[in-house]
């Protein structure tokens, strides 16, 4: 049985547990129609996991989020702060309050794994070059790879730069973890890796996180909350459990790895 699209209920009215608020986000690159006037909030210290085919407009939700891209219409709030008309200069003094775990971990070929999980530090504090590298010490403990700073990515196993980027992400404490794609290019025991990774960060810096991925084994472990998109509109919003007992045809055929009746 199909369903008709879904707006979350909850997203365009002011909640005091609310991190992130996207308000009737319009974005359309040339003829292409991306977000078609989605509505979404985020809750301090929960995991919203969001599913959808490739080109369905996840990463481009992520980028809203963070303020890379801007809507063509609709607001986009960070706590009680307007950000999608911010200017930059404001602007620069809230993003270090996001990290950031890029699909390809994103590292810097030029800086050893210590330097790129220091590179957000130098850019953003004034910590002394001791304080910088006890932070890096914790940074790398907390994803399992003390001891490796000075090793370079080039040396490091797809995991382990994952791991490294992560590390990255968390090094100015952020309020908010984006990961995208983040179990991408990884065996099944490395993409779990990242999964109690996830979960670590969620439990000891009560950290509030968005995973955009396509894996729906790390969906159902990691995820507080499951969104769906589909179309440039959210047709689910739930929780695990209640994502495999949906009827729409389409969430079911996403989450059990089958093209849709309207695919071909």
């Known amino acids: 049985m199909m369903v008709k699209n879904i707006t979350p209920p909850d997203s365009t009215s002011e909640d005091p547990s609310a991190i992130v608020r996207l308000v009737n986000v319009h974005k359309r690159f040339g003829s292409l129609l991306v977000l078609n006037g989605v509505n979404l909030t985020l809750r301090k210290g929960h995991t919203t996991v969001i599913i959808g085919e490739s ?8 980028s809203h989020i963070v303020r890379l ?8 709030y960070f706590h009680d702060q307007r950000i999608d008309n911010m200017p930059d200069r404001n602007l620069s003094k809230i993003r270090p309050r996001f990290g950031f775990l890029f699909q390809l971990s994103a590292l810097f070929d030029s800086m050893t794994a210590g330097g790129n999980v220091a590179f957000p530090i130098e850019e953003h504090t004034r910590k002394s070059r001791r304080e910088i590298a006890k932070i890096v010490q914790e ?10 700073q000075e090793n370079w990515p080039a040396d490091l196993s797809g995991g382990q730069k994952k791991r490294v980027a992560l590390a990255r992400a968390i090094a100015l404490d952020p309020e908010l973890i984006l990961y995208d794609e983040p179990t991408t290019g990884l065996d099944p025991p490395r993409a779990d890796e990242i999964n109690e990774l996830i979960l670590k960060l969620k439990r000891e810096l009560g950290v509030t996180s968005v995973v955009v991925t396509h894996d729906m084994a790390s969906a159902l472990k990691v995820a507080d909350r499951i969104v769906m998109l589909y179309r440039g509109d959210f047709i689910f919003d739930g929780t695990p459990d209640s994502i495999e007992s949906c ?5 079911r055929c996403f989450v059990h790895g089958r093209c849709t009746p309207d695919a071909l």
């Not at 080109?55 to 992520?62: D, E, I, R, T, Y």
């Not at 891209?69 to 986009?76: F, L, N, T």
């Not at 009827?247 to 969430?251: A, G, H, Q, Y």
Request: a negative charge.
């Open 55 to 62: 080109g369905a407009g996840k990463s481009v939700l992520l």
């Open 69 to 76: 891209i801007r809507p063509d219409r609709g607001e986009v």
């Open 139 to 148: 940074k790398l403990a907390m994803v399992g790879l003390d001891g490796l």
């Open 247 to 251: 009827d729409d045809e389409r969430v």
